[in-house]
């Protein structure tokens, strides 16, 4: 069974750093693309970016672009997602998930539980 | 990156059909057959519903159908039952070699 186990949820201040994690098992890590997807509260879905554990092919959104950085430890099958700066903007729910590639184009088919991130001073 | 343009919300009587737009531009939706449908119900993670304009997953119903139009895309449920009672979003590859989602759809079954 495919699974992807998040980190949990985190409370910190504005200026702070901080680094989330998603775990997967159940299936060959280093073959499928792992995205991140950000939920502000009441609001709807972000595609942020997207790696290739494979080779760290990264992708990102313009609009996350230079604001996040995505990275992998194939190790121990895990996913990263991390700020070095959090703003009060960045509180939201942030999903990882699991991708499979048509010949351009990802389709997220497994996804974690989700990361409540709650920055606030 | 502008969002995709949904409807805000869309509703329909049980065993109705309903179908939800998701509009964007040829630098996305028009320009690539790519198009997702994720479903979301409140306080869960999505679910992928519809993959590459019309194909559906293993295991999702074939109430749920896809279909793209020039910057279009559309998502129709068949036969609505209350469980489809969710928010539903779309996604596209772009030309920045990126996605994006719909800003999602909620739909009430009344």
């Known amino acids: 069974e495919v699974q992807l186990v998040q980190s949990g949820g985190e409370v910190k201040k504005p200026g702070e750093s901080l680094k989330i994690s998603c775990t997967s098992s159940?299936?060959?890590?280093?073959?499928?693309?792992i995205g991140w997807v950000r939920q502000m509260p009441g609001k709807g879905l972000e595609w942020m970016g997207i790696?290739?554990?494979?080779?760290?092919?990264?992708r990102y959104s313009p609009s996350f672009q230079g604001q996040v950085t995505i990275s992998v430890d194939k190790s121990i099958s895990t996913a990263y997602l991390q700020w070095s700066s959090l703003k009060a903007s960045d509180t939201a729910m942030y999903y990882c998930?699991?991708?499979?590639?048509?010949?351009?184009?990802?389709?997220?088919?497994?996804w974690g539980q989700g990361t409540l991130v709650t920055v606030s001073s | 990156q502008s969002a995709l343009s949904q409807p805000a919300s869309v509703s329909g009587s049980p065993g109705q059909s309903i179908t939800i737009s998701c509009t964007g531009t040829?630098?996305?939706?028009?320009?690539?057959?790519?198009v997702s449908w994720y479903q979301q119900h409140p306080g869960k993670a999505p679910k992928l519903m519809i993959y590459?304009?019309?194909n559906r997953p293993s295991g999702v119903s074939n109430r749920f159908s896809g279909s793209k139009s020039g910057n279009t895309a559309s998502l129709t449920i068949s036969g609505l039952q209350a469980e489809d009672e969710a928010d539903y979003y779309c996604?596209?590859?772009?030309?920045?070699?990126?996605?994006?989602f719909g800003s999602g759809t909620e739909v009430t079954v009344l």
């Open positions: 996604s596209s590859y772009t030309s920045n070699s990126a996605e994006v």
């Open positions: 998930a699991r991708a499979t590639i048509s010949v351009a184009g990802w389709n997220f088919d497994s």
């Open positions: 040829s630098s996305d939706v028009g320009g690539y057959n790519y």
């Open positions: 790696i290739y554990p494979g080779d760290s092919d990264t």
């Open positions: 590459d304009v019309d």
């Open positions: 159940g299936y060959s890590f280093g073959f499928y693309w």
